[in-house]
């Protein structure tokens, strides 16, 4: 394994370190989390482990499916070996169904079902609380051009079709989910993580959260809710921190 040299990102659910190799990075994915810019912490017990676990799955399925993305291996139970991208300040999200910052913004409500597909923009200013842009915004200050824009919605899409697909296959219906994205070699990767902490599921039978909104709102079972996603999306079942197949 590449030995890492400095901290380069730390986000809610992880931390980024270089290596000796400049092309590569490694991410430690961890239980603690927090919400709310910070105001609510905590720590969700087995998260970093499988949230590992659900990204190699989602980012090995995302390449086979033609969405290249920055994941070259995971290492061990909380570590994986990425392309060291140069992240792109803006997040992107999509939404299938009204949740979350969009139902305060609108005014409707939680599960009303959208005509199309939305596809919002963020700045990654934590500072502002990642204030809502549009594309003329992010091209007007030159954080990203037309053209990477135009490549990054476009597997927006992709991946959009693609995780709809398979966690309807589950039983799970996806709301919707954040993204972002890095420069490669002049080349744009889908980077960060594809997890219950960045996308919002929702059992398609119940209509319960399966996902990161457990410990935002309180709703009790996160961990469980955690498992369940793990254990649908790959079979695997983690007992006492073991990984059993
Ligand atoms: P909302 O804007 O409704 O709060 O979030 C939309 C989607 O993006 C949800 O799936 C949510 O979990 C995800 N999301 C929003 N903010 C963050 C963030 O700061 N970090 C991560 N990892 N995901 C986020």
């Known amino acids: 394994m590449d030995s890492i040299t400095e901290l380069i990102a730390e986000g809610k659910g992880k931390k980024v370190y270089a290596t000796e190799n400049p092309d590569e990075a490694i991410v430690f994915y961890r239980d603690e989390?927090?919400?709310?810019?910070?105001?609510?912490?905590?720590?969700?017990?087995?998260?970093?482990?499988?949230?590992?676990?659900?990204?190699?799955?989602?980012?090995?399925?995302?390449?086979?499916?033609?969405?290249?993305?920055?994941?070259?291996?995971?290492?061990?139970?909380?570590?994986?070996l990425v392309k060291r991208v140069d992240i792109?300040?803006?997040?992107?999200?999509?939404?299938?169904?009204?949740a979350g910052s969009l139902a305060k913004r609108i005014g409707y409500p939680d599960g009303t079902h959208l005509k199309n597909t939305v596809v919002e923009y963020n700045l990654k200013?934590?500072?502002?609380?990642?204030?809502?842009?549009?594309?003329?915004?992010?091209?007007?200050?030159?954080?990203?051009?037309?053209?990477?824009?135009?490549?990054?919605?476009?597997?927006?899409?992709?991946?959009?079709?693609?995780?709809?697909?398979?966690?309807?296959?589950?039983?799970?219906?996806?709301?919707?989910?954040?993204?972002?994205?890095?420069?490669?070699?002049?080349?744009?990767?889908?980077a960060d993580e594809v997890s219950p902490d960045t996308c919002r599921f929702w059992d398609s039978r119940t209509h319960e959260p399966l996902d990161i909104d457990r410990f935002r709102h309180e709703l009790g079972n996160v961990e469980e809710a955690y498992h369940e996603v793990l254990h649908r999306l790959t079979g695997n079942v983690l007992k006492n921190n073991e990984e059993e197949a």
């Open 33 to 80: 989390t927090y919400a709310y810019h910070g105001l609510k912490r905590g720590r969700i017990i087995g998260k970093g482990e499988i949230n590992n676990l659900i990204c190699e799955h989602m980012f090995t399925m995302l390449k086979e499916k033609g969405v290249p993305n920055h994941f070259i291996r995971r290492i061990d139970k909380t570590s994986s």
């Open 88 to 98: 792109i300040p803006v997040s992107v999200k999509v939404r299938n169904i009204v």
């Open 125 to 190: 200013y934590p500072e502002l609380e990642d204030p809502l842009v549009n594309i003329t915004h992010i091209t007007a200050v030159e954080l990203a051009t037309r053209e990477e824009l135009d490549v990054m919605f476009g597997y927006a899409l992709k991946v959009n079709e693609i995780l709809k697909e398979t966690m309807k296959e589950i039983g799970i219906e996806l709301i919707d989910f954040k993204l972002e994205f890095g420069r490669y070699h002049g080349q744009i990767l889908l």
